[in-house]
Structure formats: C-alpha cells, structure tokens
C-alpha cells in the first residue's frame, strides 16, 4: 500500500554525524540522490538465483499460451505450478477480468496449463496489493512443482550495527519473520559475515544445523548458504531473503521463494541487472517524479506535500492528519535539488486534482532555501497556481528566500513552523 511504501523510505533513512575535524566540502561538490527501487519479477530473480549455483525450481517463462504449453512438456515433471509474473503479492488469490481466479495453479496435466495461460495472459489481474482496476499479465512462469516438507526462514542482509552483512535464519519459515522473532525469538539465529573472509564453512555449517537441517542435508544446506551469499555480492544486493528454504522429500534442498534488494548506486557496475527493471506496472507519475530524481509516492488526501528529506515528509504528513487534514503525497526533495526540479515537482502536485492546497516545508541544510523560493515563484507563474499555498522555509540562506516571496507578489501564506504551516493548509481547504 502506499502508507507501507511511505513507512519503507522511513527505514531506510540514514542518518550520517560528522566528527568536529571533518573538512568541509567543497562548493563543486555534487550531491547524489539514491534512485528509485529496481523490480524485478519472479522469473527474473530465480534465473539470478540459478546462474549463482543456487537450487531452484526447473522453469520457463511463457508470453503465449501455446509457449506455455510447451514449456509444460519440455518440463516433464509430475507436477506443474503455472504463475501469473507481475509485481504485486497476493497473486494466489486474485482474479483475473477473464473470470479466471487465483493468479497461482497447480496441475499434473500439461494441456490445462495451456489453456489457463490462455485466460491469464493479456487480462488484468486484481489483488489486495494491486490498483483497482488489477495489473496486465504479459508473462507467466512455468515451474516443476516440488513437495515440500520442511519449510525454513534464511536471509543475508546488510546490518548497520554489524558494519556489514549478517545471516539471519530461522528453522520456523514460510510464514512471516516478524511473527517468529515475536513470539520465538530463540528460533531466530543470527551470524555476522566478516566482508574480507565472506561465510566461512563453519559458519555456513552452524546456520545449517540451526535451520534444523540434519545429515546430508546439513552439508546440501550450508553449500546453498555459501552460494546464496556469493550471490549477494555477485549483484551487490543489500538483502537476499529465502521464505521458504525448503526440504523435499527426496532429500533436497531448494530455494522455493526469494526477494532480492539491490544497492540502486551500484547501478554502473550492474547494467545487466538494471536493464531487467520492469516499469511496466511503475505509477505513471511515479515514473516522472523519478526522472527528476523527486521521491513522490501518491496519496488519498488533497493536501499536497513538497519536502525536502523522507523524515520531514512523514512528520509533516502526520502533522497535516493530526490538524484534521489527508495528505495526497509523499514527496522528498532530496539534497541537491535544483530550480528545474522545484518547478517539476509543482507540476506533479498540481497535475493531481484532488489537491486543493500545497504545503511546502524545507529545512535548508544541503539545500538552498533561496533555490526553492525560485523555483516556487517560477512555478506559480508559469503554471498558473490556482489552489491555496502555505510555505515554510528554515535553514540555509532562508532571508534571502523569504524576501524572493515576499517581493514576487504571489498569494503566498508564510507560516512560522510546521504546526503553524499544518494548520493553515488545512484551514485553507475548510474556507
């Protein structure tokens, strides 16, 4: 939902307290905003597990029905899962506009998968995590169904205050983490990895046994952990998250979910990667804002929001709900902005309409309050501002900005702070 997408940005703020003797930096400096999120679809991630060594199910991917078909043949396996590939969770349990339900089938018969691809792709599939109207099917995935009987929580993430990544597992898996560490937390196990000695077969062999995988298994185990995190540097993820690590009853251990994080400033170095980044079901305006490098995540209010720094965003949105008010955005300026991205972020906001104020509060560290005053009175020119705007402005060169508004001769309404400028967005709505 939005409210978590606002509440993700929220975690992975990062807040950085520079020593007393840190030189100062540079006017040239340039100052780089992290990019949007990289989607990768199901398929595509498997086939990242797969070129890493890790054990996966035998699949294909299909953009017809009778592709489908014979994927399902060439497969030969007992048991076929045919998925429905688009972004949004919940697949098993939707519909399709066909009249289809459920975006997840399980069959022994080749010839059913054929012909429910046939009512899966090119219709729109709706979940609970999904717009209204659902999104397009393009591509499904055709995989060997496998039994599983044992399910087990494994993850390598990049943790803070182990300075590096650390092994988290849990012989509880299938279900959602949080749960486990809340109720048995003496079922999560956690290893640190020293970066220059990656996991060694100890460690590797210790997570194994902690994930509850005994004999043979244990070693099968421990040597997909190994590869697992040979495949978190390989792409420079920053988590790879296995939910379930699962046991067959032949004696195999296999990978049978996985979610993949990838450091979005590593995009130079992962082209390949990157160029499999799926913005076909990416909100429209969500796309634009990131062109300008704007954080901007829509909301169901109509107070529009124009922030600089993820943290301020969420308070100033929390500050607009306790006044009474909704917000209609999420919108982070980031550090470095510009004029020209001032002026694009107040095209967005007003392209919006069931915004009927905009409430823009900068705290100016990086940035320059007097660029985003500029931009502000650009913007209500050349677009012709029609709806209410509150500003508050502090930080850097924050006069110089005030008098830019004050002289523009704008219908601009200055406010003190933030509760000062949350009150007044929402009473200008109420007049």
Partial sequence: TPQQRVR?????????????????????????????????????????????????????VADTASEALEAAK???????????QILAGGRGKGVFDSGLKGGVHLTKDP???????????GFNLTTKQTPKDGVKVKTVMVAEALDISRETYFAILMDRS????????????GMDIEEVAASTPELIFKEAIDIFEGVRDDQALRMAANLG??????????????????LFLKVDATQVEVNPLGETPEGQVVCFDAKINFDDNAEFRQKAVFAMDDMTESDPTEMQAAKWDLKYIGLDGNI??????????????????????????????????????VYEAFKLLTADPKVEAILVNIFGGIVNC?????????????????????????????HEAKRILTESGLPITAADNLDDAAKKAVAAIRK
């Fill in 304 to 341: 529009a929001c124009f922030v600089n720094g993820a943290g301020l965003a969420m308070a100033t949105c929390d500050i607009i709900d306790l006044h009474g008010g909704k917000p209609a955005n999420f919108l982070d300026l980031g550090g470095g902005v510009k004029e020209r991205q």
């Fill in 111 to 121: 010839a059913v998968v054929g012909e429910l691809a046939n009512k899966m792709l």
């Fill in 370 to 398: 007097a660029i985003i005053a500029n931009g502000i009175t650009k913007a209500c020119r050349e677009l012709e501002l029609k709806v209410p705007l509150v500003v508050r402005l502090e930080g850097t060169n924050v």
């Fill in 162 to 173: 182990c300075n590096g990544p650390v092994m988290v597992g849990s012989p509880q898996g």
């Fill in 8 to 60: 993700k940005l929220g975690e992975m703020l990062n807040f950085l307290t520079l020593p007393p003797s840190f030189p100062s930096l540079p006017s040239q400096c340039t100052w780089l905003s992290p990019r949007r999120w990289l989607n990768l679809q199901e398929y595509q991630s498997k086939k990242l597990m797969q070129e890493s060594g890790v054990a996966v199910q035998r699949f294909y």
């Fill in 213 to 230: 995988f005994k004999g043979p298994l244990q070693r099968q185990a421990a040597d997909q952990i190994k590869r697992l995190y040979d």
């Fill in 74 to 84: 060439r497969l030969n396996a007992k048991e076929i899962v045919l998925k429905a």
